[in-house]
């Protein structure tokens, strides 16, 4: 799923990016062990004690995690699927600025001659 899929997120959201990167790099190089330097900024604190054990990261549980946060991450618009038309970027539902600028003028027009 990870690697059909062109995910793009917000700052905000980078660490679980970047988290789904290192899980799709583990598909692709057959790596059993989550790295040691995978990022853990995104995992919340109910989920640290499975996800980080004392002999390292736990794989199963960190791609878990890694796809609930996902689920979170789409219903806000921090992360986006591009081509996706129910979890796109927030700016396509605005009117693109080239079009705003030129409402701003008749907006203006109509609301000093006392249109509401």
């Not at 988290?19 to 995992?43: C, E, N, S, W």
């Not at 736990?58 to 609930?68: H, N, T, V």
């Amino acid at each position: 799923m990870l690697s059909c899929l062109q995910l793009i997120a917000t700052p905000t959201a980078q660490p679980l990016a970047d988290a789904l990167g290192v899980i799709k790099d583990m598909y692709h190089k057959q790596l059993r062990k989550v790295p040691t330097t995978a990022p853990l900024d995104f995992v919340p604190e109910s989920w640290k004690k499975m996800v980080v054990t004392p002999s390292g990261i736990d794989r199963q549980y960190y791609e878990f995690c890694a796809l609930c946060e996902l689920k979170g991450t789409l219903r806000s618009g921090d992360i986006w699927v591009k081509g996706s038309r129910r979890y796109k970027n927030f700016d396509d539902y605005l009117i693109p600025k080239k079009d705003f600028d030129k409402l701003v003028p008749l907006v203006t027009t109509a609301c000093t001659c006392g249109f509401s």
